[in-house]
Nanobody, 129 residues
Framework: QVQLVESGGGLVQAGDSLRLSCTTS????????MGWFRQASGKEREFVAA????????YYADSVKGRFTISRDNAKNTVYLQMNSLKPEDTAVYYC??????????????????????WGQGTQVTVSS
């Protein structure tokens, strides 16, 4: 079994920063990519950012581009999401997700939540105005 554990959420004011972390543990497997998604109350879970595990290339939703940065530490099996210039509309539960490596390697990570194999429990981020 694979576990993903997020941390770093909290309550901040607009314009503040937060750094989320997600550490994987459990059964060893090869990772193709890891992503961050978020789900605001009453809304669908949406893509935020993803990183190809080996190459380190990054991808972002337009709504966070220039404000959020995804990074990883391969040795620690940890992915991070640095969130700057937070806005009230960033308020959501943030989930990390893992897309395992398969025989066919996509050129870019998926932005579709159904393509990811493992999920964390989520961490709440609340941005007050």
């Amino acid at each position: 079994q694979v576990q993903l554990v997020e941390s770093g959420g909290g309550l901040v004011q607009a314009g503040d920063s937060l750094r989320l972390s997600c550490t994987t543990s459990g059964r060893t497997l090869s990772i193709y990519a890891m992503g961050w998604f978020r789900q605001a109350s009453g809304k669908e879970r949406e893509f935020v950012a993803a990183i190809r595990w080996s190459a380190g290339s990054t991808y972002y939703a337009d709504s966070v581009k220039g404000r959020f940065t995804i990074s990883r530490d391969n040795a620690k099996n940890t992915v991070y999401l640095q969130m700057n210039s937070l806005k009230p509309e960033d308020t959501a539960v943030y989930y990390c997700a893992l897309d395992k490596l398969r025989g066919i390697i996509p050129s870019i990570p998926s932005r579709t939540k159904n393509e990811y194999d493992y999920w964390g429990q989520g961490t709440q981020v609340t941005v007050s105005s």
